[in-house]
């Protein structure tokens, strides 16, 4: 229990650091500043599995599962890598989201600031259940691996992000019923008192929209995490990395999306493999190296293929 209680203020002190230190003042993240960022906590994370073998090789963390050290810290990453390749689409939708709301560049960190609290709880929930659902109910691994390969099919033969409205949405419509919603807005402000009274600015229901896409998308990344390991601090802070990474990968990536078009195929062969995996389990046993190489090789195949096509 220390571990994670630990790492949950480790959590809040980087978030701490990031709003109070690093971006006290709004402005323009540029593509340079973003990729250092990426950078950096692509080598955290890396780092962390180092973390990760020290715990498992001693008694510091509960091991249901009776992993090596080895074994988890390979299990990490490979969480890591999924999660951060789902992130992909998250992104896309994102960008459409703040389009939509016309957010100056200099305020879209301070939303995806405060979406990855929420993102954070939610997640922390959805693995809970995720966990405790295939500890109790081992045919459920048969149902998150379908419907992993379900998604995989749809992804392959519909492209549902380009149809996305976020002002023709059911979140959209539901928050206006619920409150006064204004075009208007006051630097980084999530509500500002109008005409008609106290309103949500256009911050303000992007930060919502961008909350509900994040479960929806949740609803993929968090089972595809369990066909690697079902051990709740593994999911966890795997999880939790890819997220600290999703904003600078936002930024470093949002002008160049369209660069990146045959990551889909990477994304689609992935969500594949681990449903294929989970469904499959009891008459295979794929070794971890097998399942992070194959992670690995898809998104490197995806990147360098968008490129070259691209370049063409």
Known sequence: MIVWILFIALLFVILALDLGVFNKKPHIISTREASKWTAIWFCLSMLFSGVIYWLYSTSFVANPDHLKPAV?????????LIELSLSVDNIFVI???FAAFKIPQKYQHRILFWGILGAIIFRGLMIFFGVMLIHKFAWTTYLFGGFLLFTAVKMLFTKEEDDFEPKESFVYKTLGSVIPITSETDKEKFFITTKKGKAATPLFVALIIIEVMDVLFAVDSVPAILAITADPFLVFSS???AILGLRSMYFFLANMLEKFSYLEYSLIAILSFVGLKM???DFIVIPEWVSLAFIALALLIGVVVSLKVNED
Do not use: Q
Not at 72 to 80: D, E, P, Q, R, V
């Open 279 to 281: 469904l499959l389990h």
């Open 95 to 97: 960008a459409i989201i």
């Open 239 to 241: 999880n939790i990395f």
């Open 72 to 80: 988890a810290s390979m299990k990490f990453i490979t969480g890591y």
